[in-house]
C-alpha cells in the first residue's frame, strides 16, 4: 500500500513529476520548455537526434519556413 499524504511531503509538483520525470521536476526552466513544445507539438530534442527521427519516419517535425520571412 502507499501513503498518499507521505508521498505529498516528498513530491511539491506532481504535475511537473508526471511530465518530466524525477531527474527534472525541480527546474522551472526545464518545466517550461516541455510544456512549450507541447502546445506547439516540436519536439524537444538535439537537432542531430531530430535529424535522424525525420530520416526514419520521412516527415518533417521541425517548425515549417514560411515564404517571405
Do not use: Q, S, Y
Not at 511531503?9 to 511530465?19: E, F, P, S, Y
Amino acid at each position: 500500500m502507499t501513503d498518499v499524504a507521505a508521498l505529498g511531503d516528498h513530491v511539491r509538483i506532481w504535475r511537473a513529476l508526471l511530465w518530466v520525470g524525477l531527474e527534472a521536476m525541480d527546474d522551472p526552466a526545464t518545466i517550461a520548455a516541455i510544456e512549450a513544445r507541447g502546445r506547439t507539438g516540436r519536439p524537444l530534442a538535439d537537432p542531430e537526434w531530430i535529424a535522424e527521427m525525420e530520416l526514419r519516419i520521412e516527415r518533417k517535425l521541425g517548425p515549417k519556413h514560411r515564404m517571405g520571412v
